[in-house]
């Protein structure tokens, strides 16, 4: 065995072992990637869902996510008030520099605050689910975009984990995402509050009438009713459940 082989078989073995999605017991399953569909993640609650009515829920943010985003915004007027004051630039060119260096900061702290207050909706009326300050204009546009999405096009939810280090920390985040029946995936919220995602999914999966499959603990979730037709004020009540008594160990 030569030493590029040998190389080649410490990688492999060091390789995650392929996920195996039997235990959920549904061929969509077995055709679905179990890798994670975002990657990262934050080591905070991001999102918080919200239930408006029988025929709308909302993510709202965070309050962590509302102060991570000010960081990058306040934080820079700091710093132009602080290094001014003191006189730290000696040359016109020195100044242009430092613009140019501080601005970086806004403009990543304006876009997570654009994303932070971005509205994240389902909507059984007009049977759509969006990621956009532009609500889809009825049940009757058929065409998915990036993050407007046909509810009747969800087939299941899943949820997956993904460890992930840092010269700081490490923590472990949880990814709550779509799967559709070709087995594509969606990313609806990613963060390391497990307990919220998994709260939270199984009143998505009732709104929905889909299954969740859960890969932290290979179960699923089988909601009260299957769906039908998603783009209906049908009813649910999701205050009436408990959602460990209707887990499924497979």
Do not use: C
């Amino acid at each position: 065995m030569g030493f590029k082989s040998f190389i080649e078989k410490i990688k492999e073995s060091m390789k995650p072992a392929p996920f195996d999605a039997s235990a959920f017991q549904d061929p969509l399953a077995d055709k679905t990637a179990w890798h994670p569909q975002a990657r990262g993640g934050a080591n905070f609650k991001t999102r918080k869902l919200k239930e408006i009515s029988s025929s709308e829920l909302h993510y709202k943010g965070s309050v962590g996510g509302l102060l991570f985003a000010l960081v990058f915004t306040i934080m820079p007027s700091i710093f132009v008030v602080f290094f001014f004051s003191g006189g730290f630039f000696e040359t016109e060119g020195e100044t242009k520099y430092f613009f140019l260096f501080i601005l970086v900061f806004p403009a990543v702290g304006f876009y997570l605050m654009y994303i932070h207050l971005r509205p994240v909706i389902f909507d059984k009326r007009i049977g759509y689910f969006y990621k956009s300050f532009k609500k889809p204009v009825n049940s009757f546009q058929r065409t998915n975009k990036k993050n407007q999405i046909e509810l009747d096009t969800i087939a299941a939810l899943q949820i997956i984990s993904e460890y992930i280090r840092s010269k700081n920390s490490s923590y472990t985040s949880y990814e709550l995402n779509f799967v559709f029946e070709d087995g594509e995936r969606y990313n609806v919220i990613d963060h390391a509050k497990y307990e919220s995602i998994q709260k939270e999914a199984v009143i998505i999966a009732e709104f929905l009438g889909v299954p969740l499959w859960d890969a932290t603990n290979l179960q699923t979730y089988h909601p009260t009713h299957r769906k039908k037709s998603i783009d209906t004020d049908t009813p649910y009540d999701s205050a009436g459940y408990d959602s460990t008594k209707r887990y499924r160990d497979m």
